[in-house]
């Protein structure tokens, strides 16, 4: 690696960790259950809202009630999606005349937008109308990000109340992510990137003569305010089909700055807001030190690897022009604005958020550089993570950490001052492992059934990475994809449509029952054996768990797909 890689790695965390505690505090203003100056603000818009809608934004809500709220919005917002794609020819805002999506693919894409995915098996400016675009996908992203908060902001209430037979309100949550957090910074964002020309109107495409005298459609469309929110929510669909390497969706390195930073701001500064309302803000920065544990080594890890070049031209007895087409590194793949470092580092960071949004291609890494975002969406996307079910997640692996510390010297695990039980083990077990045998099972169903691996085009270790990497970014909400897989089939439209709605819902509902287990214990007096969870001990023990669950549960299947590739390489075949 060179100078200017790790200057590009360091400028980008300095802005981050500049930006966490004021944005942390503000959220922690805003999701108070004191009325501060944030919420006195927007108080009024808030009782409008309300009343139209028909809610009592005084009232508490157990678990299983905000658990339900939260089931049936997404549920009903999953219905209205798919609706929207199969009607769309006969709405309006559809200049290109498109038809209406296919069934499967329609069903896909209305489950991965609600659940914060944004898996997209088709090309979004010959597919989807405008309204289609703006109404449904755009709005998904608002809402998909705002659910994710809010049960993150529940089961913070859980670790923070005392004897409490409540988690919050659904509706309010929601509402108040949605009006104080994501809409503004979504406006922000939106203008800095219109600022860099992403495009922004509701004109139909354009037709420009290329220097060769040819004919091109240049696509338009309402994509700068949706590629705010689809970063900012860690949600990661395109407006077009080639993603943030798009010209029209992320110009030049400033834009790309932004983008990036947009994906880490929220999960990052959720820490911060974490301590603040748990009334110890050494907890966020422990979790936060911990996401940067893991995420810094893999990151400088793929960038390494890219700037090595393919290992194919790597002790073999290969023409000197082979061998200079690697010179610089792998630029496979990559826009050449960008360069190695900067593409390097969004996809460490699209596949540590559950984003999934891409700025180069991910099937073109090196073995070992595609491997590090394999990895890190199978660690649980606990990295940063998703607006909200990032630190939920991480969550759950510190409740295991402290019940395994428990085992370590026979003292009944504690965590933010409450015992944990049974009950509590139970359900972060659940959140841990759920993604973790949704890829298994359902990555071996792949395999073997002749649907799933009709769709591969390369042959081999690669060809495996593909589909291991699509189950992969489906079963932990990402939402990215390694290429080269023919993934818009009734199949895989329904098994990857499956891993969505599991890994996202039944884990939401563990996190929350055990929210209202914790609301409901009294806090347990701090005592010599207490084990500090603010420590460097705790950090490196929390992010050994993290990586043994990930390693013992994904090693024999990377070791089939990137590393095998990797070591086949490097021999030349």
């Given at each position: 690696?060179?100078?200017?890689?790790?200057?590009?790695?360091?400028?980008?965390?300095?802005?981050?960790?500049?930006?966490?505690?004021?944005?942390?505090?503000?959220?922690?203003?805003?999701?108070?259950?004191?009325?501060?100056?944030?919420?006195?603000?927007?108080?009024?818009?808030?009782?409008?809202?309300?009343?139209?809608?028909?809610?009592?934004?005084?009232?508490?809500?157990?678990?299983?009630?905000?658990?339900?709220?939260?089931?049936?919005?997404?549920?009903?917002?999953?219905?209205?999606?798919?609706?929207?794609?199969?009607?769309?020819?006969?709405?309006?805002?559809?200049?290109?005349?498109?038809?209406?999506?296919?069934?499967?693919?329609?069903?896909?894409?209305?489950?991965?937008?609600?659940?914060?995915?944004?898996?997209?098996?088709?090309?979004?400016?010959?597919?989807?109308?405008?309204?289609?675009?703006?109404?449904g996908l755009a709005v998904q992203n608002f809402l998909s990000a705002a659910t994710g908060i809010a049960v993150l902001i529940a089961v913070v209430r859980g670790f923070a109340r005392r004897g409490a037979s409540a988690v919050g309100n659904f509706w309010v949550d929601m509402t108040r992510a949605t009006l104080y957090v994501l809409l503004p910074l979504s406006f922000i964002i939106a203008l800095l990137l219109v600022s860099q020309g992403v495009v922004q109107n509701l004109v139909p495409y354009l037709d420009a003569t290329t220097l060769e005298h040819g004919k091109q459609s240049l696509p338009m469309g309402p994509a700068a305010s949706q590629i705010a929110i689809k970063m900012l929510g860690t949600n990661g669909g395109g407006f077009f089909n080639v993603n943030s390497a798009h010209p029209f969706e992320n110009p030049t390195p400033f834009s790309n700055f932004i983008e990036m930073l947009a994906i880490f701001i929220i999960p990052a500064a959720l820490c911060y807001t974490f301590g603040s309302m748990v009334g110890d803000r050494r907890q966020g920065w422990a979790i936060l030190a911990t996401m940067l544990l893991l995420f810094v080594p893999l990151t400088i890890g793929l960038v390494a690897a890219e700037q090595a070049g393919n290992p194919a031209f790597h002790g073999l007895a290969v023409d000197a022009q082979a061998s200079a087409l690697q010179a610089g590194g792998n630029m496979e793949g990559k826009e050449t604005r960008?360069?190695?470092?900067?593409?390097?580092?969004?996809?460490?960071?699209?596949?540590?958020?559950?984003?999934?949004?891409?700025?180069?291609?991910?099937?073109?890494?090196?073995?070992?550089?595609g491997l590090v975002p394999m990895w890190l969406m199978q660690l649980g996307e606990v990295v940063f993570g998703g607006v909200g079910s990032g630190l939920?997640?991480?969550?759950?692996?510190?409740?295991?950490?402290?019940?395994?510390?428990?085992?370590?010297?026979?003292?009944?695990?504690?965590?933010l001052g409450k015992k944990i039980e049974a009950h509590e083990m139970k359900m972060a077990s659940l959140a841990v492992l759920i993604p973790c045998a949704l890829v298994v099972v359902c990555t071996a169903i792949a395999v073997v059934a002749p649907a799933g691996y009709a769709g591969v085009a390369n042959p081999?270790?690669?060809?495996?990475?593909?589909?291991?990497?699509?189950?992969?970014?489906?079963?932990?909400?990402?939402?990215?994809?390694?290429?080269?897989?023919?993934?818009?089939?009734?199949?895989?439209?329904?098994?990857?449509?499956?891993?969505?709605?599991?890994?996202?819902?039944?884990?939401?509902?563990?996190?929350?029952?055990?929210?209202?287990?914790?609301?409901?214990?009294?806090?347990?007096?701090?005592?010599?054996?207490?084990?500090?969870?603010?420590?460097?001990?705790?950090?490196?023990?929390?992010?050994?768990?993290?990586?043994?669950?990930?390693?013992?549960?994904?090693?024999?299947?990377?070791?089939?797909?990137?590393?095998?590739?990797?070591?086949?390489?490097?021999?030349?075949?």
């Open positions: 690696m060179t100078a200017n890689d790790f200057l590009q790695i360091g400028l980008f965390l300095a802005v981050l960790l500049a930006l966490v505690k004021p944005a942390g505090q503000y959220m922690a203003l805003v999701f108070a259950d004191e009325p501060n100056r944030v919420t006195r603000a927007g108080a009024g818009t808030e009782r409008l809202l309300y009343r139209l809608a028909g809610i009592r934004a005084d009232e508490d809500m157990g678990w299983k009630r905000y658990a339900i709220a939260m089931l049936v919005f997404n549920v009903a917002g999953i219905a209205a999606v798919y609706l929207l794609q199969r009607t769309q020819q006969w709405l309006p805002l559809n200049p290109q005349h498109f038809g209406a999506v296919s069934p499967d693919s329609a069903m896909n894409t209305a489950i991965s937008f609600a659940s914060n995915t944004n898996w997209q098996g088709y090309a979004g400016e010959s597919t989807m109308s405008y309204l289609t675009q703006a109404l960008f360069g190695i470092a900067t593409s390097g580092l969004f996809a460490a960071i699209t596949t540590a958020a559950s984003c999934g949004a891409v700025n180069a291609m991910h099937d073109s890494l090196t073995p070992l550089g939920y997640g991480m969550l759950a692996f510190a409740v295991v950490a402290v019940f395994i510390a428990g085992l370590m010297v026979g003292r009944t695990p504690e965590y081999g270790a690669h060809g495996f990475s593909e589909m291991l990497y699509a189950v992969t970014s489906a079963a932990n909400n990402n939402g990215s994809a390694f290429g080269g897989l023919s993934a818009n089939t009734p199949f895989w439209n329904v098994l990857l449509g499956i891993c969505m709605f599991l890994a996202r819902f039944p884990l939401a509902i563990a996190m929350l029952a055990m929210a209202g287990s914790l609301a409901a214990k009294r806090a347990v007096p701090v005592t010599a054996g207490t084990l500090p969870t603010h420590t460097p001990l705790f950090v490196t023990l929390l992010a050994c768990v993290v990586i043994v669950v990930g390693a013992l549960t994904f090693l024999p299947a990377l070791a089939l797909g990137p590393i095998v590739e990797q070591l086949m390489s490097a021999t030349g075949h």
